[in-house]
């Protein structure tokens, strides 16, 4: 509700008043304190401003507000204290990030139009992040659709570590995993650069002339490159530049970035890379590859490495069941993931076993299939779905 409006502050007689006075105008809501506040913050709709005294007990204005634009950095902030010394004003511009700053007494006429002020603002706001998300989704979408049809291989092991990567970092306690899932399915973009038969070549582990491997070990960094041109993706390349970039310093890129310095979401990525790199291509099994990382010094984050055990032991999704099917062209489905190749009648190979179908790729098989005879049945796992 965009005009829902909190008033934080410890006399009563002051909350009373402005039930009473805005009651008509807008939704209003009122805590005697700042952990009162934060507790109605996580329980209620989202606020469009919040109001806070300065002088309260526990917390005060300043690291009230401080902690809603924690929690809520869309919510307006406005301060309205008695106590309008300097400092009060800096620490609330600088640290609560206020809107307005008001003084007691304020008038009702004044207050009401800072109100409707930080209600107009919000709806800014708001209505630029859901055009700023429609137009990212947008791209992302076109992105990954592009990735699935010029380089199947690729995005089939970007889909494969997509889950993985969001359970890992829900392990490590990062809440909000929308930057290293699409970090993770975004990992190789730049693999379209590259010619098929060299991700091929490097993917089996065959051995790749000095070119070859030049433009491998650059994927990292091109990949970055791209994503960083996509406004509030600045994140997600710098994960992707670092996910080769060994614990104890080592490998790309080569700078002095080491240990925890490395984002965590890079080195999550390593793991899980490195994860599906041996499950897929070496034919190793979840728990064995894990034990085969676990040799190797220095590569990884050791909490990440322990987590991904942690989530094997408790039946993490690699692990997880799913059911092989035999089907026709027809019959292929977004989710589904090839256990054999696709390949027309005469042996041409169209998408290799291990890839996640999407509607994209399912779309282009049936068009495929409409002019070229493609080999039936097709073998495919349906994952079992969660209770």
């Not at 829900?170 to 993770?184: G, K």
Request: glycine content about 6%.
């Amino acid at each position: 509700m965009s005009d829902h409006v909190l008033f934080v502050d410890d006399d009563p007689h002051i909350l009373d008043a402005f039930r009473r006075q805005f009651r008509k105008q807008f939704k209003v809501s009122t805590a005697p304190g700042g952990m009162e506040g934060l507790e109605l913050i996580q329980k209620s709709t989202p606020f469009a401003v919040v109001v806070a005294d300065m002088r309260m007990p526990n917390m005060d204005g300043v690291q009230f507000l401080k902690e809603v634009r924690k929690q809520v950095p869309n919510t307006v902030r406005l301060m309205l204290t008695g106590n309008a010394d300097q400092q009060t004003a800096m620490d609330a511009v600088n640290e609560g990030n206020v809107f307005r700053f008001l003084t007691k007494p304020c008038s009702e006429i004044v207050l009401a139009k800072a109100l409707q002020a930080g209600i107009e603002q919000y709806r800014l706001i708001t209505a630029e992040r859901e055009l700023l998300e429609g137009t990212l989704n947008g791209a992302i979408k076109l992105l990954t659709d592009i990735l699935s049809l010029v380089a199947p291989d690729s995005f089939g092991r970007a889909m494969a570590q997509r889950e993985m990567a969001s359970r890992l970092a829900q392990a490590l306690a990062i809440t909000d995993t929308w930057d290293i899932e699409l970090a993770a399915m975004l990992s190789n973009i730049a693999a379209v650069t590259i010619p098929p038969e060299t991700l091929v070549k490097a993917y089996s582990k065959k051995p790749l002339s000095e070119g070859e491997q030049q433009m491998i070990s650059q994927l990292p960094k091109v990949s970055s490159d791209l994503l960083a041109n996509i406004p509030r993706l600045d994140k997600v390349a710098r994960i992707v530049l670092y996910q080769r970039k060994n614990f104890d310093g080592s490998g790309f890129p080569s700078d002095a970035l080491t240990g925890d310095a490395i984002p965590l979401e890079s080195r999550i990525l390593r793991v899980v890379s490195d994860l599906s790199q041996l499950e897929m291509h070496h034919g190793l099994s979840h728990s064995a590859a894990l034990a085969q990382m676990g040799k190797r010094n220095g590569l990884y984050d050791l909490r990440v490495l322990q987590a991904a055990v942690a989530l094997q032991a408790d039946g993490d999704a690699a692990s997880r069941v799913a059911l092989p099917i035999d089907v026709g062209v027809a019959e292929l489905r977004p989710g589904q993931v090839l256990i054999s190749n696709i390949e027309t009648v005469d042996g041409q190979l169209i998408f290799s076993a291990g890839n996640a179908l999407t509607a994209t790729t399912v779309h282009k098989l049936q068009n495929y299939a409409a002019l070229s005879k493609i080999k039936e049945p097709i073998r495919v796992t349906v994952p079992v779905e969660e209770d």
